[in-house]
Each structure stands twice: as structure tokens, then as C-alpha cells.
């Protein structure tokens, strides 16, 4: 009991989840080919959609870019997506903590959608969210993804400015009760919730083992790998949004620090292969890219989470982010319309480079630069947590010198 209670009551060390992430990331890679991504299926989700309705999309550039054959269920992409949100929910279950929860400000569900479709259209302009162009495009070797992290931090410091404002929080909702928790008959029936648990987790192995037996080993694969990496983002509480949003409120650093050294471990394993004849997934370098970056991070910090942030706790039962992921394939499905209808391409991607550092660079220079940003990240997330205070940050503390030695004089 001891150690189920190690595993599902407490949330796990966010440097052992991201760093076993980072491990898992960069085999997957390895296996199939392709990296862990979630928006892209987002978009292709949104075509279908549309393709529900009579729309034709077949002849958008942008689908045509990123694919939009088979389903869902058909697609690696899909099941790394169906797969994050089975483990995750796997987990809540054993854990007892599924509950549905509605935002006491109805406010917070237009907001989060709004959010929601601000992040979809910057990822996906960006061609990548903080996974395909951030955790596991970093390992690619791609330059684009320092451009997206840097533009991403800089959208989530005017993120927070704008929540942090009164019309953006309202007014708070009273409630008139008591202090002291209600033990109510609900509560004893989320008993339920293990042995739920343990069902869905029983069915979503059938499902591997089908895979397995029907010979589509890479659906399998990526059945295998969309659940731990679900397990994972749960556990860990594994969230982009507050990795930068902590460094602007509170300084903060362990999530941001955590996700250098997931990224640490996933750029060596990457390497290996890509040496050994695997082709590193790389992106162009562009406009679109910074201003993908900043509307992503802007998006994510008024939607009040990223990605991986949203998939977990909308299976906590957090009604809210269902809403914010609703908004997220709105946003990247306008994005696709636009991308050729509009003439964002033609405006902000087209004829930019793609940048492999390892062609830059050279293999040994690549892996070298590339760690020594990510210590330099590291390095500097700790030293921003150590001189800012909720808040106070570093001019606080010039002034309190200032004043010490006024008055030692």
C-alpha cells in the first residue's frame, strides 16, 4: 500500500517525470520516426470537422502540408493524443481524484476559450506547440525551436500582465458556507474511481495487444508511448505555462529547470540515432516562427495552461480546459484556413531556411552548442529564482542595498 501510495497519491518529483519524458520522447523518435506533437492532430481534427459539415478541405496548403489521411485512430499522430489522455485519466481514476469542476466565474470559460484559439493559431503558425517545437524540436536540432521557446517566454510575460489586470479577473464570487469540508455520500462513491481505473487501463492494453496482433506495430508503438507520456504529464504535473508563468509571478524555477534537463537527456538519445541514419525533423526558421512563439505563449497563460497542462486537467474533470481545448482546434483550424487563403505563408513562411545546427555546426558542434544553451537556460532559471521574490525582483533588492547602506552611513 506504501508504494501504491508513492505512485498515485503523491504527485511525482517533476525532474524524474520530465526527465523520463525526455527519455521516452527521444526513443519514440527513434522507433517511428516522428516526434511527440499534439497539435498537428488538433488541426487535422478540425478538417475532419469541417469535412462533417461538407467542407471540402482537401486543397488547403496546409493540410496538405500536414497530412490529413485516415482518422484519428488510424494515425500514430491520433493515438499519442487518445493515448496522453488514457493515462492520464488511468491515473486520476487510481488515484480517486477524478471530479468535475466548473469555474465559479463563467467569465473563466470565455476567457479560456479565447486562449485557447490564440494558442491553436500560434503553434500551429509556429508549426509546432511546446512539444514539436519546443521539447522534442530542440532534440532535432532545429533551430526554429530556440526562436519559438525565446518568443514563447516573451508572449507569457505579457500574458501575465494582462490576467493580473482587475477587468481581466472580475470580481470574486462569494460564497456563504462553512469552513469546515462536508462529508457527503458522493465522496464515498468515488471509491469507484480505482476499479475504473483498472478497467480502462485493461481495455487500453487490448487495444495494444490487437495492434500488436494485426500487425500495426507502430500504432502500437505510439499507444504505448501516448500513455506513458499521459501518465507522465499527470504524475508530474508537467505544464509549459507555469514553467515560464512562475518565473513572472512567483520566480519560480523548478519546472523550468526540470524541462532543461528532460530536454538534456532527450538531445543525446536523439543524436545517437540521427547518427545512425535517422532523419532529424526540422522546421523553417521564420517570421511565422516568432510570431507563432508569442501568441502561443500569450494564448497559453490567458487560457491558464498549455497543451500537456490542458489534457490532464481536463480528465481531472476541470470543465474548463474541454472549453480550452475546444478553442485550441478552432484557432489551429483557422490557422490551416488562413495559411493560403489569407496568404500568411506567402507573408510570414515562405522562402525562409530551415536550420539543422548539426549542418551549422557539424554533428560534435551541434551536440556541444546545443547542451551548453540548455546549461545556460538551466543556469539562468536558477539564478532568476534566487533574486526574485514574488514580485519584488531584482530592483527590490537594489533598493534594499541602497537603503542598508544610507543608513550604515
Sequence with gaps: MKLYGKIFKEYWNPYVAISI???????????????????????????????????????????????????????????????????ALITILLS???????????????????????????????????????????????????????????????????????????????????????????????????ILGVVFACLYIGVILYFFATGKTLLAVACIAGALFGILIERGQICFTSAFRDLWISGRAVMSKAIAVGMMISVVITFIYIQNGSVALIKIAAPSTVIGGLLFGFGIVLAGGCETGMMYRAMEGQLLFWVVGAGNIVGATFLAYGWDHLGIFHALGENWPKVNLIEQWGPTGALVGTMAMLLVWFLLSNWWEKRFRYGTGIKHEKKERISHVTKEA
Design 96 to 194: 480517486n481524484s477524478f471530479k468535475i469542476r466548473v469555474p465559479k466565474q463563467k467569465r473563466r470559460l470565455v476567457q479560456g476559450f479565447i486562449g485557447g484559439i490564440i494558442a491553436g493559431f500560434g503553434a500551429r503558425l509556429a508549426l509546432g506547440c511546446n512539444l514539436a517545437a519546443f521539447f522534442t524540436g530542440v532534440p532535432q536540432f532545429s533551430f526554429h525551436s530556440w526562436i519559438f521557446m525565446a518568443a514563447t517566454a516573451i508572449g507569457t510575460f505579457f500574458g501575465v500582465k494582462v490576467v493580473n489586470t482587475k477587468w481581466w479577473r472580475g470580481k470574486p464570487t462569494l460564497m456563504k458556507g462553512t469552513m469546515n469540508p462536508v462529508v457527503t455520500e458522493h465522496v464515498q462513491k468515488r471509491n469507484i474511481q480505482p
Design 21 to 87: 519524458a525526455g527519455l521516452v520522447s527521444a526513443l519514440y523518435f527513434g522507433i517511428t520516426g516522428t516526434v511527440w506533437a499534439v497539435t498537428g492532430e488538433f488541426t487535422r481534427l478540425g478538417g475532419h470537422i469541417l469535412g462533417w459539415f461538407g467542407v471540402d478541405v482537401s486543397d488547403w496548403a496546409y493540410f496538405q502540408l500536414v497530412g490529413l489521411q485516415g482518422t484519428p485512430v488510424s494515425r500514430t499522430d491520433g493515438w499519442i493524443v487518445i493515448g496522453m489522455l488514457a493515462g
